[in-house]
């Protein structure tokens, strides 16, 4: 996949938790601003709780980023993201930098 250097990519908050409850809608808003650039960035610093179907949910739009030749990259990781992200052990996988605050190293 070709890296698209874009400074001012476009910053997707998510603040509601990544569980099966609104895995659907979040599903769509995620897919929708993916569509929309080449380049998304997706924040995920205030996700309290996240579950496998959110996982799943992040698994997913990093794959179409993939196949639609486009970056979607996490820029900031709550602790339940990290935690997730730790235990099925995919922080590698993802690609994304991992910053953890120096009160939890």
């Known amino acids: 996949m070709a890296t698209k250097k874009n ?12 569980t099966i409850y609104n895995a659907a809608a979040l599903k769509q808003r995620l897919i929708d601003a993916l569509h929309a650039t080449d380049r998304l960035e997706i924040d995920l610093s205030a996700v309290a709780e996240i579950d496998t179907a959110g996982f799943q949910l992040l698994v997913l739009v990093k794959r179409e980023a993939r196949r639609l ?18 235990l099925y052990n995919m922080a590698a996988a993802f690609g994304d930098p991992l910053l953890i605050p120096a009160g939890k190293a």
Not at 7 to 18: C, F, G, K, V, Y
Not at 69 to 86: F, P, W, Y
């Open 7 to 18: 400074p001012s990519a476009p910053r997707l908050a998510i603040a509601d938790d990544l």
């Open 69 to 86: 030749d486009k970056e979607a990259q996490i820029v900031a990781h709550s602790e339940a993201v990290r935690e997730v992200l730790d």
